[in-house]
């Protein structure tokens, strides 16, 4: 497997590759000054024997920027100690990170990030370049739209739904649905700006 992505974002993947027994061959950047990653080789450009990659860029809307010009077999990575449902949809691209709990009838969408310790309960909506951040916790029925980014150690009650490309700050506490593209930080959270991607 290559990942595309020489960043401490990749480094992370590259633990979740070996602790599931998968070879990492390399990673692949743009960046010109970057020939190592952590113990791998970079390269520049995607080899044409790549039997598959996943994206190991944080960053929602460069990661679907990168999505958009891959065709390539996408993977997936799912850490051996994450706790996922048997009825859980998992899409293309998305990596799930250790400690992370994800329950009933949940549907991540493609190349989202599920971070460490991050708790997802049952029948969840997580859509496409979505990033549920470290120790935040999203109760049943919540829906995350596309590119979203739930902050670090934030909570959202049940039955929320949060549009796309919107940034909820760490810790906050979501109770009300969020409309697109709204930044929002707090307790109890409340919007401060549109974002403008």
Known sequence: MYLFGASGHGKVIAD???ASGIEIKAFIDHDIS????????????????????????????????????IDKEIGTLIHPKSVISGSVKIEEGTVIMGG?????????????IINTNASVD??????DFAHISPNSALA????????????????????????KWCVI???AVIINDIPDYSVVVGNPGRIIKKNII
Request: hydrophobic share 35%.
């Open 169 to 171: 700050g760490a810790g």
């Open 122 to 127: 049952h029948d969840c909506v997580i859509e």
């Open 100 to 112: 992370v709990v994800i329950n009933s009838d949940t549907a991540i969408g493609k190349h989202c």
């Open 34 to 69: 970057k020939t190592e990653c952590y113990g791998f080789p970079v390269l520049k450009t995607i080899p044409d024997n790549t039997d598959h990659l996943v994206i190991s860029i944080g960053n929602n809307l460069t990661r679907k920027k990168i999505a958009e010009q």
């Open 140 to 163: 049943g029925g919540v829906e995350v739209g596309e590119g979203s980014q739930i902050g670090i150690g934030a909570s959202v009650i049940q039955g929320i739904k949060i549009g």
């Open 16 to 18: 979740i590759a070996a």
